[in-house]
């Protein structure tokens, strides 16, 4: 798996400036195709709120290249030309099923995103660069008191990749599966039994500024938790955050060698990291570097990018994503031999992602995507089949 180069899905082109997850993609396929153009999506309610639902599926039409949005029956229609300032969009809400309750859509060729809201309609906009997300680490975005959240899914000819993302935020609670050919069923994303007021209660413990990720509304409910990387644009957390642990890395490094491995199905493709002059230099096994990092800053970290940018290449691209999680986990100091996939060893420093930590160990499966490279090794709440039969969306208790 971590052989094949990850594609960056975003619902749409030209979004807010978000995060977004890595889903693997297959190889395109060249038959008309075993996967037929739209498949069902059983949308159903556990979460025990009264409050209406409202569905959305927006993204990328992968025949046209084009943005918009389907409707319940998985007809796409494309975003008008937007404005400057942004101009409303069409409303593309979806109604959901009650509480208690069931309701099947279906979903095409699409990259893009499935979100969902309680008690009120999501405020969509289009710029002339085409759909801006929402952005609630902006107190005055629209959606900021709005109960919501998103899955992000690919579906094409090679089959369906459908996630339970974490990577922004963490927020209404919701499970994705998929049933295969064979008719088994196959889920991830669910939390443990009260594992949602477990993690903002973990938040609010841990010392630092961790709690400031919480978002409430004025009638106490808890909306949300901002990613670390938001945190730090808000301010919540402070610009060192991570520092004591990267430096760490980087004394340590000066006088030994990092040793990465990024793809598991070639184990003889090795590159081998020293830092000098405050850079970590990669090289090949004949010796030669390959690329080069700058000692990175929390942003850098938490967000997978900027001094750790992964292009969608052969080389620096798979080095940076095993050094994100190596960052993210804290595992660099413990074991010079990356990527680390046993999550045993797993945010032991005190010095790491609390985010992800409390997420991780309030998920059944332990699998979550709290950050843009936590597929490394496969611990990410992804599900994926060749042949969808149908794929399903859970509303989980907020509890």
């Given at each position: 798996?971590?052989?094949?180069?990850?594609?960056r899905?975003?619902?749409?082109?030209?979004?807010?400036a978000?995060?977004?997850?890595?889903?693997?993609?297959g190889?395109?396929?060249?038959?008309?195709?075993?996967?037929?153009?739209?498949?069902?999506?059983?949308?159903?309610n556990n979460s025990?709120r009264?409050?209406?639902?409202?569905?959305?599926?927006?993204?990328?039409?992968?025949?046209?290249?084009?943005?918009?949005?389907?409707?319940?029956?998985?007809?796409?229609?494309?975003?008008?030309?937007?404005?400057?300032?942004?101009?409303?969009?069409?409303?593309?809400?979806?109604?959901?099923?009650?509480?208690?309750?069931?309701?099947?859509?279906?979903?095409p060729?699409?990259?893009?995103?499935?979100?969902?809201?309680?008690?009120?309609?999501?405020?969509?906009?289009?710029?002339?660069?085409?759909?801006?997300?929402?952005?609630?680490?902006?107190?005055?975005d629209?959606?900021?008191?709005?109960?919501?959240?998103?899955?992000?899914?690919?579906?094409?000819d090679?089959?369906?990749?459908?996630?339970?993302?974490?990577?922004?935020?963490?927020s209404?609670?919701?499970?994705?599966?998929?049933?295969?050919?064979?008719?088994?069923?196959?889920?991830?994303?669910?939390?443990k039994s009260?594992?949602?007021?477990?993690?903002v209660?973990?938040?609010?413990?841990?010392?630092?500024?961790?709690?400031?990720?919480?978002?409430?509304?004025?009638?106490?409910?808890?909306?949300?938790?901002?990613?670390?990387?938001?945190?730090?644009?808000?301010?919540?957390?402070?610009?060192s955050?991570?520092?004591?642990?990267?430096?760490?890395v980087?004394?340590k490094?000066?006088?030994?060698?990092?040793?990465?491995t990024?793809?598991?199905?070639q184990?003889?493709?090795?590159?081998?990291?020293?830092?000098?002059?405050?850079?970590?230099?990669f090289?090949?096994?004949?010796?030669?570097?390959?690329t080069?990092?700058?000692?990175?800053?929390?942003?850098?970290?938490?967000?997978?990018?900027?001094l750790?940018?992964?292009?969608?290449?052969?080389?620096?691209?798979?080095?940076?994503?095993?050094?994100?999680?190596?960052?993210?986990?804290?595992?660099?100091?413990?074991?010079?031999?990356?990527?680390?996939?046993?999550?045993?060893?797993?945010?032991?420093d005190?010095?790491?992602?609390?985010y992800?930590?409390?997420?991780?160990?309030?998920?059944?499966?332990?699998?979550?995507?709290?950050?843009?490279?936590?597929?490394?090794?496969?611990?990410?709440?992804?599900?994926?089949?060749?042949?969808?039969?149908?794929?399903?969306?859970?509303?989980?208790p907020?509890?």
């Amino acid at each position: 798996m971590l052989g094949r180069l990850r594609h960056r899905l975003l619902a749409a082109a030209g979004s807010a400036a978000l995060l977004g997850t890595l889903l693997t993609l297959g190889s395109p396929s060249t038959a008309s195709g075993a996967v037929p153009a739209t498949i069902p999506l059983k949308v159903t309610n556990n979460s025990g709120r009264g409050d209406a639902v409202y569905v959305y599926n927006l993204g990328t039409n992968l025949a046209t290249g084009q943005q918009g949005w389907a409707d319940a029956a998985g007809t796409f229609h494309a975003w008008p030309a937007g404005g400057n300032p942004p101009t409303p969009a069409p409303d593309a809400s979806i109604a959901g099923p009650a509480a208690g309750q069931s309701k099947t859509i279906r979903i095409p060729k699409f990259s893009g995103r499935i979100y969902f809201s309680y008690g009120q309609k999501l405020d969509f906009r289009l710029t002339t660069g085409g759909l801006v997300q929402p952005a609630v680490q902006n107190p005055s975005d629209p959606n900021r008191n709005i109960l919501f959240n998103w899955s992000e899914y690919t579906l094409n000819d090679s089959g369906l990749w459908l996630n339970s993302t974490q990577v922004d935020m963490f927020s209404a609670p919701y499970a994705v599966g998929v049933q295969r050919a064979d008719g088994s069923t196959v889920s991830t994303g669910r939390l443990k039994s009260g594992g949602y007021n477990a993690v903002v209660s973990a938040l609010r413990a841990q010392s630092g500024g961790w709690g400031g990720l919480v978002q409430t509304r004025a009638d106490g409910t808890v909306l949300r938790a901002l990613s670390p990387a938001y945190g730090l644009e808000t301010g919540a957390l402070p610009a060192s955050v991570l520092d004591d642990y990267i430096n760490r890395v980087w004394q340590k490094y000066a006088t030994s060698t990092l040793t990465v491995t990024p793809f598991s199905d070639q184990p003889n493709t090795k590159y081998y990291g020293r830092v000098s002059g405050g850079v970590m230099n990669f090289t090949n096994a004949s010796g030669a570097v390959v690329t080069s990092f700058q000692k990175p800053d929390a942003s850098s970290v938490f967000g997978c990018h900027k001094l750790l940018d992964a292009p969608n290449d052969a080389v620096r691209g798979p080095i940076s994503r095993t050094l994100c999680a190596g960052f993210n986990r804290s595992t660099l100091l413990t074991n010079p031999n990356q990527p680390d996939t046993s999550s045993a060893g797993f945010y032991q420093d005190p010095v790491t992602n609390h985010y992800a930590r409390v997420i991780h160990s309030q998920m059944a499966d332990g699998k979550a995507y709290a950050f843009a490279f936590d597929d490394v090794g496969q611990h990410e709440s992804l599900v994926h089949d060749g042949n969808p039969l149908q794929a399903y969306l859970t509303l989980d208790p907020l509890s």
